[in-house]
């Protein structure tokens, strides 16, 4: 199922569709679904920029908007990266914010006739996102959170990406190799240089990323690379489309639990 018909191009990491694109989509489609990127603005150590959540979350969106008939949405680009405080740049909303934002972005597409709502998490961080997601199911709500760990771990093995998800934490092979396919110009040099791997981090929660690493790496970067990148968003939004399937089918109502708090790189 393609989207790309009626797509306009898109200018880095916003939709350029205007309301007659998103009307004409609409048409076309039985029920329409909304797709919300979900990044962050924290230390990526110092090769990938503060915003990289945002831009493979954003990557991400792109390749299901491609693929299928859905609304685009702009990111959302702060979110909650508190164990990252340590290291300038950093900035952090709360979760409770994080919450209200998506459940006032799903109502607002409601009031437009837009049903379902896929969050794209880029941020492993953002744990809420799946109690936003399970509260919204509940109600009877159509919503779901993208890509659960199931689908990172597929694409993970369809890209012949070496590091395992528990490894590749932060900064690592996955983002990186996303990166240099998407937005390579926003890659620096060091991460061939910069790998380095704390597989125990059952404290992270309540010490942070500075009690495991000091550069704010934690994965093996030096492996990534644009091939990599681009097979990890084919086999991405080829998963996708078991979760279109379900939000657009009659009857479907609530039945969308699954919602991972793993969803999202860290």
């Known amino acids: 199922m393609s989207g790309s018909q009626t797509r306009s191009a898109e200018h880095g990491t916003l939709p350029a569709d205007t309301t007659e694109d998103v009307r004409t989509r609409g048409a076309g489609v039985s029920r329409q679904v909304a797709v919300l990127p979900v990044g962050s603005f924290e230390q990526h150590g110092p090769y990938l920029p503060l915003a990289t959540d945002t831009l493979v979350a954003c990557a991400v969106a792109r390749e299901i908007a491609a693929a299928y008939p859905v609304h685009l949405l702009p990111p959302v680009t702060i979110s909650c990266s508190h164990e990252h405080a340590a290291w300038p740049g950093t900035v952090s909303i709360s979760s409770v914010t994080l919450h209200s934002v998506v459940r006032d972005i799903a109502a607002s597409l409601r009031r437009s006739g837009v049903e379902a709502l896929v969050v794209v998490n880029g941020h492993g961080g953002n744990y809420v996102l799946g109690n936003v997601v399970q509260e919204s199911s509940a109600r009877g709500e159509r919503m779901a959170l993208f890509p659960a760990a199931e689908d990172w771990e597929t ?6 990406v070496a590091t395992s998800l528990l490894t590749d934490m932060h900064a ?86 699954d919602a991972s708090a793993d969803a999202g790189r860290g």
Do not use: C, Q
């Open 172 to 257: 690592g092979e996955i983002e990186t190799s996303v990166l240099l396919h998407a937005s390579p110009e926003f890659v620096r040099p060091g991460y061939e240089t910069s790998d380095f791997v704390a597989d125990d981090r059952r404290h992270l929660l309540t010490l942070g990323m500075s009690a495991y690493t000091d550069s704010g790496v934690i994965g093996r970067p030096s492996l990534g690379s644009a091939e990599k990148g681009k097979a990890l968003l084919a086999s991405l939004a080829d998963s996708f489309g078991a979760y279109f399937s379900l939000l657009t089918a009659e009857g479907s109502e609530g039945s969308e639990g």
């Open 155 to 160: 694409a993970r093995e369809r890209a012949g």
